[in-house]
Each structure stands twice: as C-alpha cells, then as structure tokens.
C-alpha cells in the first residue's frame, strides 16, 4: 500500500534529515521550533521587504504576508488585516496610514451630499438615510432585512455604514448586525462562493471584537475557501482557532487535502498538526497516507513523523 511504503521510508530516513522548522497553527503558533539558515532567511528578507510598496503589500495574500514577517525575523501571528498593517510598519512606507484590508471600511457613501463634511457626529447623521448609517438602530434593522432577504451584497454595504456611524459616536458595533450579514451569506445550507473575501473580513472584525463565531456558517467558509482560495481558508482556520470555535473535521481534512494537491506540505503538515493537538482529531488513514506520500517526495520528514506520532 502506498500509506505503509511511504511510512516505512519516513521511519527510515527520519534520523538522517537535517533540522527543519515547524511551527505549531493556532493559538499555540508562537512556538516555533529551530530552523536552520535562519539567519541567511533573515538577509534576504532585507533586500525583499526594501522593495516592497504599499500597493504590493496591500494585495498580498494570507500566506505571504506571513512568510515575509517570519522572514524578517517579525511576530507572524494574527488576522489577515492585522498582519498587513505590522508588514506596512515595517517597511516604513505607510505615512498615509495603514493599507489594510479591514472588513469595515470608510467608503463615502452615495447617499452623503456632495462635499459635505464628516468631521463631527452631528453632520454625518443629519445627512445619511437613517438606513444608511443615519440612525444605527435603524442601520442595523436595514442589515436584518438584507439578510433575510439574502441581499449580501446589500448587507456587507449597510454593515460598512454602520461601522461608520458606531465609530463616530463611539460606540461598539451591535453582535447581531455580524451575525445578519454572515447569514444574509448562506442560502438553503451554502454559502455563497463568491463572498469568501467579506465573510472573512467580518469574522476577523467579530473575534477582534469579541464577538462569538456562528460554529457552522465560519466552518462552511473554511471549506469553500478550501477549494477556491487556500489563503482565505487558512485565515479562517486562524480566525477560529484564536476565538476557540470548534473547527470541524471535515473543514481540517479539505484543508490538509487542498494544501497537499498544491504542494504545500509543511503548510498542510502545520494544519495536521493542529486537527490533532488542538481540534483533538484523529485524520483518516487516506489522508494521512497522501501527505505521508507527499512529505516523502518532498523531503519533508520529521514533521510526518511528529504528526503521524500523535495519532491513536
């Protein structure tokens, strides 16, 4: 069998690897382990971050904006926004302010009378349809009826103007207006493919907020974002794994098999890692068997076998 062969050879080869790195996903994702050449990962990243722009940065996915940060010797760990703006810092190129990606943004709405001023409370209100950022709690119902009438695109437009409005008069963003646009989001069971992006920036904006994660419509975007977007998944896998939502097997079991077929095996294998240790998972033999199969054309073996060893 292709699992036993490739098992037989990590077994074999395992003691005779140079030292690798392996950083635990999740929570526990600032421990890291020794690796090697990281001084030389260290010099390079020099020259790469010199050449970065904000308009380069600000398009970077998950991964990369990652892979930079460890490169350069920065803390790595945090949502997708979170690790945009730390990587704009240190490229000393952000004088205009943070490029982000955050969910909640401060686009004009079309509603406000042209050059109009929104430097107080006062005047953003008096000049905003009260479903539109005018009055939050009407904001908010105009979020519900987006929802229930599976209007998402509606809804994450009315959420933006409503962060808006909670900002300016200092408020904290009601939890259900999250919960409406993810739900306005899901239709007969799906979620909609094409909201991967907004429904991933409003999950970072919910655990940053404290807010509780919906278990099953989160779990569902990891598991679209699995067969479309690898970056966006493994945010999400991050994003619940921070606020201790339980992630289920099926959504670590597609994201280890993704990871796989791309070629991502230490990515794949950081995963496995956390389904087991963190999710208390046990992966099936298939699964294992294809990264085992894989980390072996690879090189990659300690890491199968730290994973493989876990399992009962």
């Excluded at 970072?204 to 975007?221: A, C, D, Q, R």
Aim: glycine share 8%.
């Amino acid at each position: 069998m292709k699992y036993c062969s490739s098992v037989a050879l990590l077994l074999v080869t395992s003691f005779a690897t140079t030292t690798r790195s392996f950083v635990v996903f999740g929570p526990q994702a600032t421990k890291r382990f020794h690796r090697a050449g990281a001084s030389t990962a260290l010099a390079n990243s020099d020259v790469e971050i010199q050449s970065l722009t904000p308009e380069s940065v600000t398009v970077m996915g998950y991964r990369e904006l990652r892979r930079v940060l460890e490169g350069a010797g920065a803390e790595y760990e945090g949502n997708t926004a979170e690790l945009r703006a730390r990587l704009l810092n240190l490229t000393g190129r952000n004088e205009g302010g943070p490029v982000d990606d955050r969910p909640l943004d401060h686009d004009a709405d079309p509603t406000s009378t042209p050059g109009a001023s929104q430097s107080s409370a006062f005047k953003f209100e008096s000049q905003r349809s009260p479903v539109a950022g005018g009055d939050i709690a009407e904001t908010v119902k105009a979020i519900e009826v987006a929802a229930d009438e599976k209007k998402w695109k509606l809804a994450v437009r009315r959420m933006k103007q409503l962060t808006r409005a909670c900002e300016l008069s200092g408020s904290p963003v009601p939890p259900s207006a999250y919960l409406s646009v993810l739900q306005s989001m899901e239709r007969d069971g799906r979620v909609e493919r094409f909201a991967i992006t907004p429904a991933r920036k409003v999950v970072e904006e919910m655990v940053k907020s404290h807010v509780p994660l919906p278990v099953g419509i989160v779990n569902k975007f990891a598991q679209v974002s699995t067969q479309s977007n690898l970056d966006e998944a493994l945010a999400l896998l991050h994003s619940l794994s921070a606020s201790s939502t339980p992630i289920a097997a099926e959504t670590y079991e597609m994201a280890v098999e993704s990871l796989t077929k791309e070629g991502s095996v230490k990515e794949a294998l950081l995963v496995l890692r956390s389904m087991i240790v963190e999710g208390g998972e046990t992966p099936g033999l298939q699964t294992l068997g294809e990264v085992a199969e894989k980390a072996a054309e690879d090189g990659v073996y300690e890491g199968v076998i730290q994973a493989l060893s876990l399992t009962k």
